[in-house]
T-cell receptor
Framework: DVKVTQSSRYLVKRTGEKVFLECVQD?????MFWYRQDPGLGLRLIYF???????EKGDIPEGYSVSREKKERFSLILESASTNQTSMYLC?????????????FGEGSRLTVL | RKEVEQDPGPFNVPEGATVAFNCTYS??????FFWYRQDCRKEPKLLMS???SGNEDGRFTAQLNRASQYISLLIRDSKLSDSATYLC????????????FGAGTRLFVKA
């Protein structure tokens, strides 16, 4: 079974703190994604990556950055957390070019910024 | 305008009912389409892919109309266990496989 593991299920941070959210997948998937999910807004794409050291902006990249130094790991960074970044963050991975496109999600990281 | 739009519901239906969800997408470069299911406080999981020819998986039927940029999901003989949020998804193959989710449609199936 594909496993996508997010390092923290629940985090509480203060405004202005730097926040790292880590995601690791064990199925050698090329593509990795970071979404945030908010009530009424659904999942919104923050960043995605289709290869090591490659990254592409999603729909809401402002206030976030990402890092993909190894194929299995995709990190989301909040340089200076703000209260409007309180949300559920979901990491996902999928196979590359010739595949069904199925995304496999981690269990999510619920971030509260005070 | 959202790239993928869905009726948020909620849809409240009795067991055994047939229910249909609709979804529209605005990016004409979208090439692949999916329905995901998300249970309360859980991560989304793939329900089925959507093909132009239409496809069926047991009680579930998905349809795609590329000309109208419209996707549908039909659930027949609803079960209590079908209660969940159903997410419509469109994927762009022009670079990087940008995958966009709709906000989801909530379904409650009552006994």
């Amino acid at each position: 079974d594909v496993k996508v593991t997010q390092s923290s299920r629940y985090l509480v941070k203060r405004t202005g703190e730097k926040v790292f959210l880590e995601c690791v997948q064990d199925m050698d998937h090329e593509n990795m994604f970071w979404y945030r999910q908010d009530p009424g807004l659904g999942l919104r794409l923050i960043y995605f990556s289709y290869d090591v050291k490659m990254k592409e902006k999603g729909d809401i990249p402002e206030g976030y950055s990402v890092s993909r130094e190894k194929k299995e790991r995709f990190s989301l960074i909040l340089e200076s957390a703000s209260t409007n970044q309180t949300s559920m963050y979901l990491c996902a991975s999928s196979l590359g070019l010739f595949n069904t496109g199925e995304l496999f999600f981690g269990e999510g990281s619920r971030l509260t910024v005070l | 305008r959202k790239e993928v739009e869905q009726d948020p519901g909620p849809f409240n239906v009795p067991e055994g009912a047939t229910v249909a969800f609709n979804c529209t997408y605005s990016n004409s470069a979208s090439q692949s389409f999916f329905w995901y299911r998300q249970d309360c406080r859980k991560e989304p999981k793939l329900l089925m892919s959507v093909y132009s020819s239409g496809n069926e998986d047991g009680r579930f039927t998905a349809q795609l109309n590329r000309a109208s940029q419209y996707i549908s999901l039909l659930i027949r003989d609803s079960k209590l266990s079908d209660s969940a949020t159903y997410l419509c998804v469109a994927r762009d193959h022009t670079g990087g496989f940008k995958t966009i989710f709709g906000a989801g449609t909530r379904l409650f199936v009552k006994a």
